[in-house]
């Protein structure tokens, strides 16, 4: 085994990334080219195989913790050092794409194949993580930063509709061993994720690279308005309570509180449902969602009391009753400094062009970022579309995605 | 027989009224007290069978045309005169009450019953009908005033799903006859319907009788607005094209269009379908329904133009694709003052209090009114709540209303 100085003349090796990316993709691959690979499913299931058996020729060691974490470990110079993290998930939404996450977990692989083809050790060693269930319950990197409520298992309702001790089995974890997944900080040394960007600043900016700020908190809130379901021949319009004339106001404020902040937060009602529905009734009854987003827990406090003053507002104007319920609510994990500087100097270097952004999707170094110092690497999305058949990141910018990565984790075990 | 001069001392029995109401409203009683009498269903035929038993009790002479409208004639002083016509429907909605149409012909029965019980003739026939499917089709009210498509049956949706010629024949109908159920302006010397307000308005000013000024026409559109469906994440503000937005913006016009005309129209949104309406999913598609309403056609005119031309500006200001099809276009029916008048001179006799109104729910006079002079009488509805078993109006009401109606029938016997 050599070490770190020569690392300079070492490169991945994209053709063999393209070609496990394709192989994945086999599995689960539907009519129309989505890939559908629910966590838990027999597809998974030989996907983590197929993963697992690539870590293993890449010199690996290779484990499975409580939480269905698929890990692999790739030793480094320096004994009981922390690790250089990476990793993803291999699974996919119903109708997914061939990218999302497994993009990261490949990457990862590949790095540590191409040490391996070149007897090299880095000082730290290295980990690449499969996380369990990404796209439904992140089970797998909230059991990691210990954030799972381990008292109520109901709460995790998996895509197959089994339970989540009865899944965790299937891919050789344990419910009630959940808490020896979680890590210490010390643990890692750093947590660095490639991913497609699942959005269109990157192909919009022409940047070939985004270096992520963090990963954004979330509030979603289910909204219901109550007013009077009434004949819309019969009832002039100012004895009406017209629910969807309320709901009007709301989705309207809820697009302006966004725009009123100068960080740029999302806030979106992607669901609506009129009650009764009818052409020729005044509507009685709105439920609506409301998923606001940002990167700072200030901006997210601020926007939530916006919009319940709006509500108020709103509903005096329009003679309805309206509710707000908590549905969900994620504090935001900001990408250490270090990290962003990190993959920055390794950009400059290797003159790829970059820009920093916020991540504004969840992924799995949202949750391992509070237990780590976290980066995150981005590659452009083709029309910014994901969770979709027409998923697309050309091979040449997963090849230089994971090259960053590669650099990265060189410039870390410098500095660490 | 006597002659008309003795008529003041005529009184219609509520009570014999009041008995109808509930014989009939046994037809089709739901276990929650709605009435599902749908029209031309088992309920419906044997509703009809019981009116016509009551027709011919009362003196009248019974037939069916080719709509399937049952006409009961009680004889007048004059021969081959025109007649004095009353009447409405029994059908009901899936989910109807007891008062909606039937009202209306029970109070012409009962005013024939009265008349006959004192061996009176008017000068002019009493025509009672009940008109064929109200509630779906109105087939029976447009044979009669001719506006039936007569080469597009299957635009004639029926309520339980059987074609317009099947239904039509299972009340002794003929679809290829219909030609033959037009009247001949002349034919009536009035058409008076008596009605249930179905809603607030009498309520609200505590008035006993509304004299109708016509009932309203409609426009009823239907509006596609596609934008592009996008995570709700990683999507900003700036770069959406949300249909959800857009819509919020075209429900509130629709609103402020109708408030910003003098003559009260209404408009509503009462349809609204996102999709794919998921809580992390930027809107893609918003399917809706736009109803207006209006005595005026220039009124209709003028919103119809506003709505075009609002929709192009929300279009550009949300960078979406909005485009608008005509479901239902229906002319407005003015009542005649004639009719108008005789109302308010019985109202001012009967000592009884009243405001004119337009009708802005849909009724056969707005097809009858076509061929003849119309008017119509509101009385009351508790709580202006129709097409529901909560459905309610006093049985002083209603034979105030019958009252009414048996009393402007005496003065438009006078002068015409």
Redo the contacts between chains.
């Keep these: 085994m050599v070490t770190s100085p020569t690392l300079h003349k070492l490169f991945v090796n994209g053709e063999r990334l393209h070609n496990k990316i394709n192989e994945l993709a086999k599995i689960g691959l539907q009519p129309n080219g989505a890939i559908r690979r629910l966590a838990f499913s027999p597809e998974d299931i030989q996907a983590r195989k197929l993963v697992q058996q690539w870590m293993l020729e890449a010199g690996m060691k290779v484990s499975t913790d409580a939480a269905g974490n698929l890990i692999g470990i790739y030793p480094g110079l320096i004994e009981n050092a922390p690790t250089l993290a990476t990793g993803s998930h291999i699974d996919t939404v119903p109708s997914g794409g061939r990218f999302d996450g497994v993009l990261g977990v490949l990457a990862g692989i590949e790095i540590v194949q191409t040490l391996r083809d070149n007897n090299t050790l880095l000082n730290y060693p290295i980990e690449v993580i499969v996380f369990a269930d990404e796209e439904s319950t992140m089970i797998g990197c909230q059991a990691m930063a210990g954030t799972v409520l381990l008292d109520a298992p109901e709460r995790y309702q998996t895509k197959i509709g089994e339970s989540i001790q009865t899944c965790l089995e299937k891919i050789g974890g344990n419910w009630q061993d959940l808490i020896t997944a979680k890590r210490s900080r010390g643990d890692m040394a750093a947590f660095v994720e490639l991913h497609v960007?699942?959005?269109?600043?990157l192909e919009?900016m022409s940047k070939e690279i985004g270096i992520v700020e963090g990963v954004?908190g979330?509030r979603?809130m289910a909204i219901t308005i109550t007013g009077q379901s009434?004949?819309?021949?019969?009832?002039?319009?100012n004895?009406r309570q017209?629910a969807?004339?309320a709901?009007?106001?709301l989705?309207?404020a809820v697009?302006e509180i966004?725009?009123g902040i100068p960080s740029?937060p999302?806030?979106?009602?992607?669901?609506?449902?009129?009650v009764p529905?009818?052409?020729?009734?005044?509507?009685g009854l709105v439920e609506l969602?409301v998923?606001m987003?940002d990167l700072s827990l200030g901006c997210l406090d601020e926007m939530q009391q916006q919009l319940e003053r709006v509500i108020i507002e709103i509903a005096g104007q329009t003679d309805t009753q309206i509710s707000m319920k908590p549905?969900l609510c994620v504090e935001p994990t900001p990408a250490a400094d270090t990290v962003q500087l990190a993959i920055e100097t390794v950009c400059q270097e290797m003159g790829l062009s970059y820009c920093h952004l916020p991540?504004?999707?969840?992924h799995d170094a949202l949750e391992v970022g509070r237990i780590t110092d976290m980066g995150m690497i981005f590659v452009p999305s083709q029309a910014?579309v994901?969770?979709s058949e027409n998923e697309y990141t050309t091979p040449e910018q997963c090849t230089q995605g994971a090259s960053v990565l590669f650099n990265t984790f060189i410039g870390l075990d410098k500095h660490k």
């Design positions: 960007e699942q959005g269109m600043v919009r954004v979330m979603r009434n004949h819309a021949g019969t009832t002039p319009m004895m017209d969807l004339v709901a009007a106001k989705v309207l697009q966004a725009l740029q999302v806030a979106t009602v992607g669901y609506l449902n009129v529905n009818a052409v020729n009734i005044v509507p969602s998923d987003r549905l991540s504004r999707a969840g910014g994901s969770h």
